[in-house]
Each structure stands twice: as C-alpha cells, then as structure tokens.
C-alpha cells in the first residue's frame, strides 16, 4: 500500500476551481487556502487564470520552504486547548461569566477594574504567557500589593482576584493558599458624619 509523505506540500484543486495546499503532519491532513499560516501574503485564488494557477505552484513552493526552515502546521485544537490553561485567559473567562449575573453595579464595576489592573500587571511582568500549573500564590500577593490603591483596601483587592482566579483555578486542579498573603493592619474606620454628631453630643454632656 502506498503511504503518503509527511510535509510534503501538494497542490489541490477543487471543483469549484480554487486551489489548496494539503500537507499530511502526525496523521493529520491541514488545508491551507492562501499563505497566511507561514506568514506569506500569496492569495491566489483571488486571482484569475491563469495567475490562480501560477501563484498556486509559488504557493507550494513558499510552503516547501517554511517546512525546510521548521515550521509545523499548528493543531487548532490543541492551541485552544492550551490557551485555556494560560494565565491571562482566566480571569476573562471568569469575568465574562459572573457580568451575566444580577451582582450589584458597584460589584460589577470593582471586578472590571481589578480585571483590568490584572491583565496589566501580567503584560508588566511578562507573565501573560505562564500556564496557570506554574502559578503561585507569590505572583498573586505581588499584585494586590502593587495594584490596591491604599492599605486599607487590599483587602477588597484581594477579594476580587480571588473571585477571579480561584475557582477556575481549582477547576484545572491548581489549589492555592490565599491565606499567605498577609494584610497589614489599618486603622479603624474613620466615624460617618451621623457618628462624628452623637460623640459630639455625648462630649458636651460631660
């Protein structure tokens, strides 16, 4: 029986009259239409005959030529299998899911920001890219102290991330201890203006 070449590039042509490059790579078939998965603007079938066909034949030639130099078709799936295990994929997954349901607006608003403040600090760090099985608790405790405005509101900046991380997280089978990001102390909330009256009152009393 006759076996066919792995990533040897050949020229198809449909009923239709277009062309396409069939390469065969780990027992899998890739069609390619135009040149764009080797960084290659060749588009012949926006072309007409018999440019279509010439630019065809370059075409195979420019993907005989990728493949010499080690470029590999990629598996979309695969590829999007690992996307979702990058870091900067799940916080979007997970904000994208909880903006579906009824949370209040300033909720809403507050999980924006820390989802934006987030995916900046990883762009910063250059940690964009990290899967999330090399993430520790470290990296997350960084960004609450960089990112929290004020002392007393790392708490809440701790909370957010923890809402957006967490979950999705465990659900990949990355267990995290946020209990080792240690707060400092803040002070006691400053009196409301109704409270600040009453000490008021009860001072004048004495």
């Given at each position: 029986?006759?076996?066919?070449?792995?990533?040897?590039?050949?020229?198809?042509?449909?009923?239709?009259?277009?062309?396409?490059?069939?390469?065969?790579?780990?027992?899998?078939?890739?069609?390619?239409?135009?040149?764009?998965?080797?960084?290659?603007?060749?588009?012949?079938?926006?072309?007409?005959?018999?440019?279509?066909?010439?630019?065809?034949?370059?075409?195979?030639?420019?993907?005989?030529?990728?493949?010499?130099?080690?470029?590999?078709?990629?598996?979309?799936?695969?590829?999007?299998?690992?996307?979702?295990?990058?870091?900067?994929?799940?916080?979007?997954?997970?904000?994208?899911?909880?903006?579906?349901?009824?949370?209040?607006?300033?909720?809403?608003?507050?999980?924006?920001?820390?989802?934006?403040?987030?995916?900046?600090?990883?762009?910063?760090?250059?940690?964009?890219?990290?899967?999330?099985?090399?993430?520790?608790?470290?990296?997350?405790?960084?960004?609450?102290?960089?990112?929290?405005?004020?002392?007393?509101?790392?708490?809440?900046?701790?909370?957010?991330?923890?809402?957006?991380?967490?979950?999705?997280?465990e659900t990949h089978g990355?267990?995290?201890?946020?209990?080792?990001?240690?707060?400092?102390?803040?002070?006691?909330?400053?009196?409301?203006?109704?409270?600040?009256?009453?000490?008021?009152?009860?001072?004048?009393?004495?």
């Open positions: 029986m006759k076996t066919k070449k792995e990533l040897s590039s050949k020229i198809y042509k449909t009923k239709d009259g277009r062309y396409q490059i069939h390469l065969l790579y780990k027992n899998k078939r890739y069609r390619f239409a135009n040149g764009s998965a080797i960084e290659e603007n060749l588009m012949p079938n926006l072309l007409e005959e018999p440019e279509r066909g010439n630019m065809a034949f370059l075409m195979c030639s420019a993907f005989q030529l990728a493949i010499a130099k080690g470029w590999r078709p990629a598996d979309k799936k695969k590829e999007a299998a690992e996307k979702k295990k990058r870091l900067s994929n799940i916080a979007d997954v997970v904000l994208e899911r909880k903006l579906k349901f009824n949370y209040s607006d300033y909720y809403r608003r507050d999980l924006i920001r820390t989802h934006a403040n987030w995916n900046k600090y990883l762009r910063k760090e250059g940690l964009s890219n990290l899967l999330i099985t090399d993430l520790t608790i470290d990296v997350i405790a960084k960004f609450v102290y960089e990112y929290a405005p004020s002392p007393e509101s790392m708490k809440n900046v701790k909370r957010n991330i923890s809402a957006l991380l967490r979950d999705e997280l990355v267990f995290l201890n946020y209990k080792r990001i240690k707060l400092p102390r803040t002070t006691q909330p400053a009196q409301t203006h109704k409270g600040r009256r009453k000490a008021s009152k009860r001072h004048q009393g004495l």
